[in-house]
């Protein structure tokens, strides 16, 4: 019985060596998200589809025929092993080969009446699945086989098999007689053929411990013919020893390493072992008592590996366009830690190359050893991007401090004021009070996009003889945590705001949340086609599929905004703007926060995960950050797109550039104006469909249109160039205009009213479920390249149309109950939080999936609680960020702007 165990564990430990396990280490990147795996999805169901017929072939049922041990058997009761004495000498130089050579060819000679190489392979894969089946199961496995209860053990190989399990004894002479009588160091074995092996093995008297001996001749061969590092060399040898004793540290390698899992049929290639375990000093098992408890010689490393399978290469086509993987295994193995990758890879591929596969080879590349959290360490630019950090903190506690100071002393000096003077009579302010602007918009809020949008005035009495701070004290204020966070949180807004506007902008971050849920996790998840396959099915998916129309609102309401403020502020200044405090404005709003996000996410967000999917800095944005300083990174393509999601923030800001050019004809000549936003909107909506006509663009990043489509492209020429995307922000600028001409007021008859918003519903509806049957993952409809064209041209101009009814509905006052909904007052303070909300919504996800070392089992349930759980946490940090960052720069540009509105009073 120990022997039986002890072979088992022998050969397992070959397994160790084989194969590896999950953990691929690689940098993922928003662009390869929004592709990967969600633009792939529909490509892994066709590419499933696709290899039905292989799987269905002949050739591929007997193959998996003989994986069964049942099978491997019941063949090989058909070898008479009394005719495998006439073999001919062997005179390979490696017994271990010669051995299984010899197996192989009267095996494959049987079975399949051919010598092939690829037979070879095939046979050695039939007999090693089918041994480890029956280490797998135990001895009373064997008893399965017909020729287990008659005959001779030497007359069937279905016996000799059986034989390996249920006696050892007889195992040891045999490999001694192999190798010689030196145990395997150097010993004869010319004259050795199998039959005279077989003849050992039924003679019994097998010494199970020279199995090792076998086992290291083997491996100390494969480890030290390579270039690989003496330390290497020597740890992978104690490793192997430890495994023949049985110790419980090298146990722990091969328990921590990879096992081949479930769902292969389904393209599953993520093969996973355990991180933890790898680098834990000790297992529950030794804390039981259970296994012996020694001092770890050897310390371990979880490294990470693309295993390359020698597949046909009809099959790795049809890979290659499903998954954008050529037939390799992410995989992850326990090694020792002295190893560096180049000697692992030199090891893995020695080992690999010795599997006798005939023309076909297994290669392992790359490898990457993920950095431990215990010797992390931080980079010189790490240092200093917290460095700046610590000294922003200690600015805000500083600010927030004299914050409070002041405003207990203006307080004492309000309730003299009063004491002394009349209060105040139905909430008016007294002669001697005047409006307090807040440290987020300029005095009389000129090109303020926010101002009519929840900007908050508060009036407080005036002390003439109180002491006002000076210019050292006001910088100071505008990092007091305490004045920030009233003003974030408060739900004041101005008279004649577009109240419904936070209702939509919230609603809109909350959407783009939902579908960076579901798009993010899908590829850390052991179902990933199962689920999509499911939730794909139903037709309400595409209102999660297709968030990207939330973009297309957002570009809505900036030109909303940026037209309706900036015709009320040419009104008041007759046609006079200060056009370089204009575009100022919209980059300081902007830009401050977004760089130090940036600066965060290159350095300190990498040493927030540690695990099988450890980051590594994005050498991307280390080179090209300043493409996002000038906001041009979209033109580049998504190979040199840092902060992936930040093409919104360029696009967004290229249409403001262009605004003036919509903006400014309206104000001086209606007709005029007309004709300039027509002539764009039409050059808007006929480029990207004819891009989609040219280049074969899909309907959607899971596929849709015609049958064969460029999914990457459409992103890097269609989805993130501002060309494709303007529709939606000149229909914002058009009712912009609208707003102000009418200043807000309308009347509607009822019935043009229910008109309105059924057009608009039926308008988002199309929009959203339109593309259902042709982008659904079972029996999808191809549409024509016309029919693709035209959806891609004209649907976001739709959408963006819809969007802009519900706003001019709301704001004239016959928006009903729905403007009741959008303009809650718990929307004002979170629309204020949408746009730090979208800076680090993705960066919240990536160290929650990231820092999971096992994949979810995704359903409905865990998307609901992803959601709701990345919702509040993103607007959290978004608090936060906009506390620390946002709100002080929009105060110090009150400061250094302040007094060029009071002159021009």
Same mark, same amino acid.
């Given at each position: 019985?120990?022997?039986?165990?002890?072979?088992?564990?022998?050969?397992?430990?070959?397994?160790?060596?084989?194969?590896?396990?999950?953990?691929?280490?690689?940098?993922?990147?928003?662009?390869?998200?929004?592709?990967?795996?969600?633009?792939?999805?529909?490509?892994?169901l066709?590419?499933?589809?696709?290899?039905?017929?292989?799987?269905?072939?002949?050739?591929?049922?007997?193959?998996?025929?003989?994986?069964?041990?049942?099978?491997?058997?019941?063949?090989?009761?058909?070898?008479?092993?009394?005719?495998?004495?006439?073999?001919?000498?062997?005179?390979?130089s490696?017994?271990?080969?010669?051995?299984?050579?010899?197996?192989?060819?009267?095996?494959?000679?049987?079975?399949?009446?051919?010598?092939?190489?690829?037979?070879?392979?095939?046979?050695?894969?039939?007999?090693?699945? *089918?041994?480890?089946? %029956?280490?797998?199961?135990? &001895? +009373?496995?064997? !008893?399965?086989?017909? /020729?287990? =209860? @008659?005959?001779?053990?030497?007359?069937?190989?279905?016996?000799?098999?059986?034989?390996?399990?249920?006696?050892?004894?007889?195992?040891?002479?045999?490999?001694?007689?192999?190798?010689?009588?030196?145990?395997?160091?150097?010993?004869?074995?010319?004259?050795?053929?199998?039959?005279?092996?077989?003849?050992?093995?039924?003679?019994?008297?097998?010494?199970?411990?020279?199995?090792?001996?076998?086992?290291?001749?083997?491996?100390?061969?494969?480890?030290? *013919?390579?270039?690989? %590092?003496?330390?290497?060399? &020597? +740890?992978?040898? !104690?490793?192997?020893? /430890?495994? =023949? @004793?049985?110790?419980?540290?090298?146990?722990?390698?091969?328990?921590?390493?990879?096992?081949?899992?479930?769902?292969?049929?389904?393209?599953?290639?993520?093969?996973?072992?355990?991180?933890?375990?790898?680098y834990?000093?000790?297992?529950?098992?030794?804390?039981?008592?259970?296994?012996?408890?020694?001092?770890?010689?050897?310390?371990?490393?979880?490294?990470?590996?693309?295993?390359?399978?020698?597949l046909?290469?009809?099959?790795?086509?049809?890979?290659?366009?499903?998954?954008?993987?050529?037939?390799?295994?992410?995989?992850?193995?326990?090694?020792?830690?002295?190893?560096?990758?180049?000697?692992?890879?030199?090891?893995?591929?020695?080992?690999?190359?010795?599997?006798?596969?005939?023309?076909?080879?297994?290669?392992?590349?790359?490898?990457?050893?993920?950095?431990?959290?215990?010797?992390?360490?931080?980079?010189?630019?790490?240092?200093?991007?917290?460095?700046?950090?610590?000294?922003?903190?200690?600015?805000?506690?500083e600010?927030?401090?004299?914050?409070?100071i002041i405003?207990?002393?203006?307080?004492?000096?309000?309730?003299?004021?009063?004491?002394?003077?009349?209060?105040?009579?139905?909430?008016?302010?007294?002669?001697?009070?005047?409006?307090?602007?807040?440290?987020?918009?300029?005095?009389?809020?000129?090109?303020?996009?926010?101002?009519?949008?929840g900007?908050?005035?508060?009036?407080?009495?005036?002390?003439?003889?109180?002491?006002?701070p000076?210019?050292?004290?006001?910088?100071?204020?505008?990092?007091?945590?305490?004045?920030?966070?009233?003003?974030?949180?408060?739900?004041?807004?101005?008279?004649?705001?577009?109240?419904?506007?936070?209702?939509?902008?919230?609603?809109?971050?909350?959407?783009?949340?939902?579908?960076?849920?579901?798009?993010?996790?899908?590829?850390?998840?052991?179902?990933?086609?199962?689920y999509?396959?499911?939730?794909?099915?139903?037709?309400?998916?595409?209102?999660?599929?297709?968030?990207?129309?939330?973009?297309?609102?957002?570009?809505?309401?900036?030109?909303?905004?940026?037209?309706?403020?900036?015709?009320?502020?040419?009104?008041?200044?007759?046609?006079?703007?200060?056009?370089?405090?204009?575009?100022f404005?919209?980059?300081?709003?902007?830009?401050?926060?977004?760089?130090?996000?940036?600066?965060?996410?290159?350095?300190?967000?990498?040493?927030?995960?540690?695990?099988?999917?450890?980051q590594?800095?994005?050498?991307?944005?280390?080179?090209?950050?300043?493409?996002?300083?000038?906001?041009?990174?979209?033109?580049?393509?998504?190979?040199?797109?840092?902060?992936?999601?930040?093409?919104?923030?360029?696009?967004?800001?290229?249409?403001?550039?262009?605004?003036?050019?919509?903006?400014?004809?309206?104000?001086?000549?209606?007709?005029?104006?007309?004709?300039?936003?027509?002539?764009?909107?039409?050059?808007?909506?006929?480029?990207?469909?004819?891009?989609?006509?040219?280049?074969?663009?899909?309907?959607?990043?899971?596929?849709?249109?015609?049958?064969?489509?460029?999914?990457?492209?459409?992103?890097?020429?269609?989805?993130?160039?501002?060309?494709?995307?303007?529709?939606?922000?000149i229909?914002?600028?058009?009712?912009?205009?609208?707003?102000?001409?009418?200043?807000?007021?309308?009347?509607?008859?009822?019935?043009?009213?229910?008109?309105?918003?059924?057009?608009?519903?039926?308008?988002?509806?199309?929009?959203?479920?339109?593309?259902?049957?042709?982008v659904?993952?079972?029996?999808?409809?191809?549409?024509s390249?016309?029919?693709?064209?035209?959806?891609?041209?004209?649907?976001?101009?739709?959408?963006?149309a819809?969007?802009?009814?519900?706003?001019?509905?709301?704001?004239?006052?016959?928006?009903g109950?729905?403007n009741?909904?959008?303009?809650?007052?718990?929307?004002?303070?979170?629309?204020?939080?949408?746009?730090?909300?979208?800076?680090?919504?993705?960066?919240?996800?990536?160290?929650?999936?990231?820092?999971?070392?096992?994949?979810?089992?995704?359903?409905?349930?865990?998307?609901?609680?992803?959601?709701?759980?990345?919702?509040?946490?993103?607007?959290?940090?978004?608090?936060?960020?906009?506390?620390?960052?946002?709100?002080?720069?929009?105060?110090?540009?009150?400061?250094?702007?302040?007094g060029?509105?009071?002159?021009?009073?």
């Open positions: 019985m120990e022997g039986t165990r002890f072979f088992k564990f022998v050969l397992k430990s070959i397994v160790f060596l084989t194969v590896f396990g999950f953990a691929s280490g690689n940098n993922l990147r928003y662009q390869e998200y929004m592709i990967n795996p969600l633009g792939n999805l529909q490509r892994k066709e590419a499933q589809k696709a290899i039905q017929p292989f799987l269905s072939s002949k050739p591929f049922l007997e193959w998996t025929s003989q994986l069964s041990k049942q099978s491997l058997l019941k063949r090989a009761n058909q070898v008479d092993l009394r005719k495998l004495n006439d073999t001919a000498p062997v005179t390979d490696n017994p271990i080969n010669t051995f299984l050579q010899n197996i192989l060819g009267q095996f494959t000679n049987t079975s399949q009446n051919n010598t092939s190489s690829n037979g070879v392979g095939d046979a050695f894969q039939n007999l090693f699945n *089918g041994v480890l089946g %029956s280490l797998s199961a135990g &001895g +009373d496995q064997a !008893k399965a086989s017909n /020729g287990s =209860q @008659n005959g001779s053990p030497a007359g069937s190989f279905g016996n000799f098999l059986q034989n390996i399990t249920q006696n050892t004894n007889g195992i040891g002479n045999l490999i001694t007689s192999m190798l010689g009588a030196n145990g395997g160091k150097g010993g004869a074995t010319s004259g050795m053929n199998l039959g005279n092996i077989l003849q050992l093995l039924s003679g019994g008297n097998v010494d199970p411990s020279t199995i090792g001996n076998i086992l290291m001749s083997f491996l100390n061969g494969a480890v030290q *013919g390579t270039n690989a %590092s003496t330390a290497c060399q &020597g +740890d992978f040898i !104690k490793v192997i020893k /430890g495994l =023949q @004793n049985m110790e419980a540290w090298a146990l722990k390698f091969l328990d921590a390493s990879a096992k081949i899992p479930t769902d292969l049929l389904n393209l599953n290639l993520n093969w996973y072992g355990s991180y933890d375990e790898c834990s000093d000790s297992t529950f098992l030794e804390s039981f008592g259970i296994l012996h408890n020694t001092q770890t010689p050897v310390k371990g490393q979880y490294c990470n590996t693309n295993l390359n399978l020698p046909p290469p009809e099959v790795k086509g049809i890979l290659m366009v499903a998954l954008q993987n050529s037939g390799y295994i992410k995989a992850g193995i326990c090694f020792p830690k002295s190893c560096s990758t180049d000697d692992l890879l030199q090891i893995v591929n020695a080992f690999l190359n010795s599997i006798p596969l005939g023309d076909n080879k297994v290669t392992a590349w790359p490898i990457t050893c993920p950095v431990p959290a215990e010797e992390d360490t931080l980079e010189t630019d790490t240092i200093v991007v917290v460095i700046f950090l610590a000294i922003v903190l200690l600015i805000i506690l600010g927030t401090l004299y914050d409070v405003n207990i002393r203006s307080k004492r000096n309000q309730e003299s004021v009063e004491e002394n003077g009349k209060p105040a009579e139905n909430g008016k302010p007294r002669e001697n009070e005047k409006p307090i602007e807040n440290g987020n918009s300029y005095p009389e809020n000129k090109y303020k996009l926010r101002a009519e949008n900007d908050i005035q508060h009036t407080q009495p005036v002390d003439k003889h109180a002491q006002k000076g210019i050292v004290g006001r910088l100071v204020l505008c990092f007091s945590a305490y004045t920030n966070g009233k003003k974030i949180l408060g739900t004041s807004q101005p008279k004649g705001s577009l109240t419904a506007v936070n209702g939509i902008r919230f609603l809109s971050m909350s959407w783009v949340i939902l579908g960076h849920t579901l798009v993010f996790v899908l590829g850390n998840t052991s179902n990933m086609l199962q999509y396959n499911e939730f794909g099915s139903r037709a309400a998916s595409q209102a999660i599929f297709n968030a990207p129309f939330s973009v297309d609102s957002f570009f809505v309401l900036s030109g909303l905004l940026t037209s309706y403020l900036l015709l009320k502020q040419m009104k008041k200044s007759k046609g006079s703007v200060n056009w370089g405090l204009y575009y404005h919209r980059y300081w709003r902007l830009t401050p926060v977004y760089m130090i996000v940036i600066g965060m996410y290159v350095t300190i967000y990498p040493h927030l995960i540690y695990g099988p999917n450890k590594t800095s994005d050498q991307i944005c280390k080179d090209f950050w300043w493409k996002n300083l000038l906001y041009i990174d979209n033109f580049f393509g998504i190979k040199d797109l840092c902060l992936g999601w930040s093409w919104y923030l360029n696009n967004d800001m290229q249409f403001y550039i262009l605004s003036p050019l919509l903006i400014v004809p309206f104000f001086f000549n209606q007709i005029i104006g007309i004709t300039v936003s027509v002539v764009f909107l039409l050059a808007a909506t006929i480029t990207p469909g004819v891009l989609s006509y040219v280049k074969d663009f899909p309907v959607h990043f899971l596929g849709g249109g015609p049958k064969d489509t460029d999914r990457a492209a459409y992103f890097e020429d269609y989805y993130i160039v501002p060309y494709c995307r303007m529709g939606p922000y229909c914002g600028v058009i009712t912009g205009y609208i707003l102000y001409k009418t200043k807000c007021k309308c009347r509607m008859n009822i019935f043009v009213n229910l008109l309105g918003w059924a057009v608009a519903t039926a308008t988002a509806c199309g929009c959203l479920y339109g593309i259902y049957n042709t659904r993952p079972d029996n999808p409809v191809y549409l390249k016309e029919v693709t064209a035209l959806y891609n041209g004209v649907s976001r101009t739709a959408w963006g819809a969007v802009c009814w519900v706003i001019f509905a709301c704001s004239t006052g016959n928006g109950f729905i009741t909904l959008l303009s809650w007052k718990a929307f004002v303070p979170l629309s204020r939080l949408t746009y730090c909300a979208y800076l680090v919504h993705p960066l919240v996800m990536y160290v929650y999936y990231f820092n999971w070392n096992f994949p979810l089992y995704m359903t409905d349930l865990d998307l609901v609680y992803l959601f709701l759980g990345n919702l509040v946490v993103s607007y959290g940090i978004a608090f936060i960020v906009s506390i620390a960052f946002e709100s002080p720069f929009m105060g110090l540009e009150k400061i250094m702007f302040g060029l509105g009071k002159k021009k009073k």
